[in-house]
Antibody
């Protein structure tokens, strides 16, 4: 059974940094591209970043480009999101999600973690 | 960027009735569309991909149709557990992957 578990959320002051983790189990981690998707309070879903199965290709939403860095450690079945220069508008629940087919960069999101809340205070 | 527009924003339906939700893409996405369900306080859950393929284990009362720019998602007979927010997602024109704003299906 596919399982994705996010951690690392919390309350942080504007301008500071935070690192999120997503630990996976139940599938061959190194075969799947992974995403971060966020949801601001009471709002819809916003795609944040993607990392390819091997970690070589990374893509970002314009709203986080230059501030957030996605990475992964396939030996530890874990993906990360380093968030720097945080702003109040980054306040959201951050979900990790898996692409639906192995090797494909973009695909439907077939599994989601439970999310971790990031609150940026001023 | 592909803009996904869902309508209506809120749909009030009685249990046992049929609900039809719409999703429109700003340009053709062929059939590269997924539908996700999200209940309060929970993560989204994939129901449909490739516009009309149900995920294994998803009840047959859920169905999707359409291609190009116009898509529908139908719940044939609403059950109490189906009241939730539903999001469409396109995955052919990237980056970015984009979602619709969601349709909340509420009890009438």
């Amino acid at each position: 059974q596919v399982q994705l578990v996010e951690s690392g959320g919390g309350v942080v002051r504007s301008g500071r940094s935070l690192r999120l983790s997503c630990t996976a189990s139940g599938f061959t981690f190194s075969l799947y591209s992974l995403h971060w998707v966020r949801q601001a309070p009471g709002k819809g879903l916003e795609w944040v970043a993607l990392i390819s199965y091997g970690g070589d290709n990374k893509f970002y939403a314009e709203s986080v480009k230059g501030r957030f860095t996605i990475s992964r450690d396939n030996s530890k079945n874990t993906m990360f999101l380093q968030m720097n220069s945080l702003r109040s508008e980054d306040t959201a629940v951050y979900y990790c999600s898996r692409s639906g087919s192995p090797y494909l960069l973009y695909n439907w999101f077939d599994s989601w973690g439970q999310g971790t809340l990031v609150t940026v205070s001023s | 960027e592909i803009v996904m527009t869902q309508s209506p924003a809120t749909l009030s339906v009685s249990p046992g009735e049929r609900a039809t939700l719409s999703c429109r893409a700003s340009q053709s996405i062929k059939n590269n569309l997924a539908w996700h369900q999200q209940k309060p306080g929970q993560a989204p859950r994939l129901l449909i991909y490739d516009a009309s393929t149900r995920v294994t284990g998803i009840p047959a009362r859920f169905s999707g149709s359409g291609s190009g720019t116009e898509f529908n998602f139908t719940i044939s007979s609403l059950q109490s557990e189906d009241f939730a927010v539903y999001y469409c997602q396109q995955y052919i024109h990237w980056p970015p992957v984009t979602f619709g704003g969601g349709t909340k299906v509420e009890i009438k």
